[in-house]
Antibody, heavy 118, light 112 residues
Framework: EVQLVESGGVVVQPGGSLRLSCAAS????????MHWVRQPPGKGLEWVSL????????YYADSVKGRFNISRDNSKNSLYLQMNSLRTEDTALYYC???????????WGQGTLVTVSS | DIVMTQTPLSLPVTPGQPASISCKSS???????????LYWYLQKPGQSPQLLIY???SRFSGVPDRFSGSGSGTDFTLKISRVEAEDVGVYYC?????????FGQGTKLEIK
């Protein structure tokens, strides 16, 4: 059974930093790309970032480019999102999601809540 | 960025009746490889999104056959042949042809 468990979400002040983690199990982690997708409270889904299976290629939404960094450790079956220069508009539930064949995400974690507030 | 526009945003449906959701993209989602990168997700209340349909019309593993997807180019439709109570939630379309991937605003299906 595929499992994705996010952690690291907390309340942080504007301008602060945070690192989210996603522990994966139930599949061969280093065979698949991985995504972060976020959802502000009561709002829709926003794709945030993508990393290739080997970690070589990374992509970001314009709203986070230059501030967020996605990475993975295939030896630990783990995905990460380093979030710097946080803004109030980054407040959201952050989901880790497994890539499938092309762009689709076939399994999602339960999410970890990041609140940026003074 | 590609803009995804869903209609309607709210969809009250009587159990056993059909339902239909439209999704239009601001650019064609047909790739030169012949595939069309349009996906549908359902987010049930209090849950994470789940993949329903990939590449316009292929149902993901375990998705009931009352769900079907159709369309081409820039116009797409998700249909539920007979709505059941467990189908309530917010439906999102998503394009995967160009980064950044983008979602529609979501369509909230509720039972009458």
């Amino acid at each position: 059974e595929v499992q994705l468990v996010e952690s690291g979400g907390v309340v942080v002040q504007p301008g602060g930093s945070l690192r989210l983690s996603c522990a994966a199990s139930g599949f061969t982690f280093d065979d698949y790309s991985m995504h972060w997708v976020r959802q502000p409270p009561g709002k829709g889904l926003e794709w945030v970032s993508l990393i290739s299976w080997d970690g070589v290629s990374t992509y970001y939404a314009d709203s986070v480019k230059g501030r967020f960094n996605i990475s993975r450790d295939n030896s630990k079956n783990s995905l990460y999102l380093q979030m710097n220069s946080l803004r109030t508009e980054d407040t959201a539930l952050y989901y880790c999601a497994k890539g499938r064949i092309s762009a689709e995400m076939d399994y999602w974690g339960q999410g970890t809540l990041v609140t940026v507030s003074s | 960025d590609i803009v995804m526009t869903q209609t309607p945003l709210s969809l009250p449906v009587t159990p056993g009746q059909p339902a239909s959701i439209s999704c239009k993209s601001s650019q064609s989602l047909l790739h030169s490889d012949g595939k069309t990168y349009l996906y549908w997700y359902l987010q049930k209340p209090g849950q994470s999104p789940q993949l329903l349909i990939y590449e316009v019309s292929s149902r993901f593993s375990g998705v009931p056959d009352r769900f079907s997807g159709s369309g081409s180019g820039t116009d797409f439709t998700l249909k539920i042949s007979r709505v059941e109570a467990e189908d309530v939630g917010v439906y999102y379309c998503m394009q995967g042809i160009h980064l950044p991937y983008t979602f529609g605003q979501g369509t909230k299906l509720e039972i009458k």
